[in-house]
């Protein structure tokens, strides 16, 4: 079993910067890959980004440019650093780790996952 933890979330303006961290254990992530997902109010879990066990990373189109994910695996933690923040991006973030070496953006494709962080992005 692997517990996530997310943390790092709030309220910022327009064009702010938050990171989000979270925290696994229970056991090492270095076997897994971990993806960051987030749920806006009224729609459906959508991929934000992701980072496999290589260190291979994929970004939703709707963030590249503005979004970093990061790992350490001797931390046992994953962050999310974003920056240039929309209203848009307001939304529940979660981390998802999946015991596999291939990414997936299926949030139903990872096996755990955390109680997630809210980000509010005032205009």
């Known amino acids: 079993q692997v517990q996530l933890v997310e943390s790092g979330g709030g309220l910022v303006q327009a064009g702010g910067s938050l990171r989000l961290s979270c925290a696994a254990s229970?056991?090492?992530?270095?076997?897994?890959?971990m993806g960051w997902f987030r749920q806006a109010p009224g729609k459906g879990r959508e991929f934000v980004a992701g980072i496999t066990v290589g260190g291979s990373i994929q970004y939703a189109d709707s963030v590249k440019g503005r979004f970093t994910i990061s790992r350490d695996n001797a931390k046992n933690t994953v962050w999310l650093q974003m920056n240039s923040l929309e209203p848009e991006d307001t939304a529940v973030y979660s981390c998802?780790?999946?015991?596999?070496?291939?990414?997936?953006?299926?949030?139903?494709?990872?096996?755990?996952w955390g109680q997630g962080t809210q980000v509010t992005v005032s205009s």
């Open positions: 998802r780790a999946r015991n596999h070496p291939v990414l997936m953006i299926a949030a139903n494709a990872y096996a755990y």
């Open positions: 229970g056991r090492t992530i270095s076997d897994y890959s």
